[in-house]
């Protein structure tokens, strides 16, 4: 079945990937050591809203959901698959320690029996939060609300919740591993999924207020990158076989 998709790929007129990472795969696949002209790297634009929410407006869609104004919270936001590596923000936490005592929240899909197995023997049953499904205001506020978005992923296409952090005004500590860090535009403090140790010590920074502001708007700056308008400009230019169409991720921002 995958031999029939890839030869078939193959032979479409235009072909788009979100990623650098992603092109690096198919022309791995393809094997070939560089792309067709007709393959371009077109990057993801934002499909809702994302800016920061008002203090006053976030903690009051946030407060059926225990979290209120003095509630400090480090936010995950997904599913519960293996790769999407959720424990790990249980494990930065017990190694934080007596450092820091707010709690995790969960935002996405219920966590799973495994991961509710591992917060009660690491006695974390009462620091963690679930927000399970959260529509698009309360998203927006948790985003807007947290110390810092954590995302230790093993595995991404793209990784849509990262920008989305970034648009809201969160710090973000991500996986060291591709394509994170690309999608990030270095505005994100990467560390690797299996040390924790790095996790703990990217938070500890971010305690500091004139770190943490610069991440922040080096956040904003790198949602420039996603905006509607120019994937749209992007598709169009591929679609019409313009010069310029292909690049990456570093192109894409350069282009504007």
């Known amino acids: 079945f995958q031999r029939w998709i890839l030869s078939n790929l193959l032979r479409v007129q235009r072909v788009a990937s979100v990623s650098d990472m992603t092109m690096r795969q198919l022309t791995q696949l393809a094997n070939r050591d560089l792309p067709y002209e007709s393959w371009s790297v077109i990057l993801n634009g934002f499909n809702a809203p994302f800016s920061p ?19 400090r ?36 899909q219920p966590m799973g029996n495994q991961l509710r197995s591992k917060s009660q023997s690491l006695g974390l049953t009462d620091r963690i939060i679930e927000v399970v499904n959260p529509d698009h205001e309360t998203l927006v506020a948790l985003y807007s609300r947290c110390d810092a978005f954590v995302f230790p ?27 994170m860090p ?45 905006e509607v308008d120019v994937m749209i400009e992007r598709y169009r230019k591929l679609i019409l076989r313009e010069d310029g169409c292909t690049g990456s991720l570093s192109d894409a921002s350069r282009s504007r």
Request: with cysteine; net charge negative; glycine share 8%.
């Open 53 to 71: 929410m008002p203090i006053d407006l976030a903690n009051e869609r946030l407060e059926p959901f225990r979290i209120t104004e003095t509630t």
């Open 153 to 179: 992923s093993y595995s991404e296409g793209f990784g849509w919740p990262l920008i989305e952090a970034q648009a809201c005004g969160a710090p973000v500590i991500a996986s060291s591993i591709e394509p």
């Open 182 to 226: 690309e999608v990030s535009g270095g505005a994100a403090i990467h560390a690797s999924p299996d040390n924790m140790q790095e996790f703990v010590d990217a938070f500890i920074r971010l305690q500091n207020p004139a770190e943490r502001e610069t991440l922040i708007q080096r956040g904003f700056e790198n949602c420039k990158r996603f």
């Open 73 to 108: 919270f480090i936010l995950h936001v997904g599913s519960d698959l293996t790769r999407k590596n959720r424990g790990a923000l249980l494990d930065m936490v017990v190694a934080i320690g007596a450092a820091w005592d707010g709690v995790i929240c969960f935002a996405g």
